[in-house]
Structures are given as C-alpha cells and as structure tokens.
C-alpha cells in the first residue's frame, strides 16, 4: 500500500550529514519524496513509499549518522501525490 508521511526531527540534525544520511536511508528502502533544513535547526522529510519501508526509514531517522542526536521524530500522515520520481535533498 502507497503511503505518505511528513517527518521533523529535532536535535542536533544540522551540519551532520543528516539530509544525506536521509536520502540514502530512502533510496535504499525505494523511497520518493525529499528532506531539507529548516531555518530553526530541524530537519523535514516528506516521503512517499511502502508502509513497510516507509516504517523502515523511520526507525533509521530515530538515530541518524553519526554525530546525530535525535531528540524527537515527529510523524504526520499526509495523502500520496505520486508526483516524485525520485529522493532529492532540497536547499
């Protein structure tokens, strides 16, 4: 089943490599969608997938990469578009 969720994790996210940690996460699970920081220190990740790999990928945002420490994941369930193609990292 396709699926869509929003994540924003808060911690020391920033300046880690977290967004390429994330891409790769995602595009190894088959993932599309995109992550980005956010102005306040956060990291925002909106992804489309299967429920499994899509609960996959949130087990791995709950540590990160190295360096990482993830304070809390926050999870809203959003409708699929089926507009992405891929995973990108967003500026």
């Not at 920081?37 to 709950?62: H, I, S, Y």
């Amino acid at each position: 089943m396709l699926i869509a969720r929003r994540f924003v994790i808060n911690g020391r996210v920033q300046g880690v490599g977290f967004r390429w940690f994330t891409k790769d996460a995602a595009m190894h699970e088959g993932l599309t969608g995109w992550v980005r920081n956010l102005p306040d220190g956060r990291v925002e990740v909106l992804v489309e997938g299967e429920t499994a790999a899509v609960t996959r990928l949130e087990q791995a945002l709950q540590t990160g990469p190295p360096g990482a420490r993830v304070e809390t994941v926050n999870a809203v369930p959003e409708e699929p578009c089926g507009e992405y193609r891929r995973f990108t990292i967003e500026r």
